[in-house]
């Protein structure tokens, strides 16, 4: 921990770190004034776009009118991660952790961090994207203002990025995943994607997330609620019975499925597995009456795409 | 207005849409850990927060022809935090400190230095240790 009298330990990083050196090749954008959020999305945007067939869907300018906020002469948070992906990229906040900072650094991904560069009492907020570390000289590289990858003492940045909580995102192209993720975390980032209307982004993260974590119940359900959402029945009847195959009282899935075969003249079989459900929840409970209901009524097939 | 209205109408469209879709399933959202079934009064708090992240994004400046992809672009939560706490948030800015920034911190600076009796730059300051 950094004192608040501004004294700052001699070493920062955990004890006993094993962090090696690492330099991430990230096309360097020369920084122009209040634009920092738009700027370091742009340099991570075009090193994605260096390795692989990602490509940005926003310009720079077009970057910069969807962060800055004139009034504040800066972007908001949020909005860095709205912008990014609106990009097309996915944004995943890091743990505040010197942990997290370098597994994603060492599987090369850039992370953009949030400094003050001054005190709380006269802040000078600031997006950089960290591309690397120096483990012999103790120097964290990044592309902090007019040079590229500059070496800043690991002892100034532990007290630069302290005083924004420890704030860092990577941004991603479709299918890759962060170094430092939890399941769960991810999966609330990827479901992200599908609230602001990219459904097809999140299906791929959906995905990739199960490339790590196969047998990932929450993962599972959304996949098969995006399949749904997106008609594409058949891919949602498969997901939902993989479910069932892993715990055969999901009681979500259980419904899910139940919907999908009422809908496709099954509701013999639908009736059936509503009938496993086991559950004290009053919402479950209202949500499955309802499913009968609907399916006692007939369920009106679903119009082919 | 003719920005919130814009909005207005393509919220309720896409939550109408998605209402009309998933009306029996679970939703992912119900998994999450959050309710199962959002009310409508959820759904109207959420439009209303959009409403007052346009709106203050007017005020601040925003140029209004792009508010309306930038509040789509958040999430909920997203923009009920931005609506609720858009006067604290930090603002990641340029790369520099401006001039007059840095002229009135050092003017600060020195004050301090002075009163404290360690510099003695300006005539009009008294020393604590006098």
Redesign the interface.
Known sequence: MISSSGCAPKNPLPLNNNYSSYKIYVPFVT???????STSIGMVSSYWQTLMPYVPRLSLSELD??T????????????????A??NGLLAYPIEPTFDALFSELSEHHPVIV?V???YSW???????PVTGYDAKEQTILMH???TPNEAVPIETFAALWER?GNWGVVLLPSGQLPASATAEKF??TA??L????MPDEAIIAYKSALSRWSNDI?TL??LG??Y??SHQITEAEQIYRKILLIDFKH??AL??LA?ILCHTNRSDEALKLLDQVVTDNI??Q??IK??RK?IHSGCIPFIKK | MKVSKLLLSFVLSVSLFTQVLSAQIASTEALLGQSAVSSSKEKLVQIISREDVAKSFQELGVDSKIIEARVASMTDEEASKIAHQIDTLPAGADAGMSVLGTIVFIFLVLLVTDILGVTKVFNFTKSMRN
């Open positions: 920084p122009r004034s209040e634009l920092c959020a009118e969807r800055l906020i004139p009034a504040k002469g800066g972007t908001l948070q949020i909005e860095l991660i709205a912008a992906r609106a949030l003050n560069r001054s006269y802040p000078l907020w600031h997006y950089a902090f203002g007019d924004s999966l609330r479901y992200d599908e609230k602001i209307g929450p359900f959304a609620n995006a749904y959402n009681p979500f419904n899910n919907d919402e479950i209202v949500l309802n499913t609907e």
